[in-house]
């Protein structure tokens, strides 16, 4: 399955994580490219998607480094909550 029959291929827990961190985090990237003056800019977002990337392939295609997967996984959640501040509140 995959593309070429339009259908979606989560064979495992690395697909359904990130994707699920992926999609946070475009939210993320939504709502604040919405406000007056921006404050973060669109590079800082590159690192965690980059991240969330290398940790479903490492996750998916390299038996015996799973815990690398979830160490990368976490390190990408601690990068956006210190840099990117998804809790801070408004003004």
């Known amino acids: 399955m995959g593309a070429a029959t339009g259908t979606s291929d989560v064979s495992s827990i690395y697909d359904l994580v ?3 961190l992926f999609a946070g985090l475009a939210v993320l990237y939504l709502q604040r ?4 003056e921006p404050q973060d800019h669109m590079w800082q977002y590159a690192p965690p998607a980059i991240g969330l990337m290398i940790a479903n392939q490492v996750g998916k295609h390299l038996p015996g480094f799973e815990p690398l997967a979830w160490l990368i996984m976490i390190s990408t959640v601690v990068y956006v909550v210190y840099v ?3 809790f801070k509140q408004a003004p």
């Open 84 to 86: 990117l501040k998804p």
């Open 18 to 20: 990130t994707m699920v």
């Open 33 to 36: 490219s919405t406000a007056q």
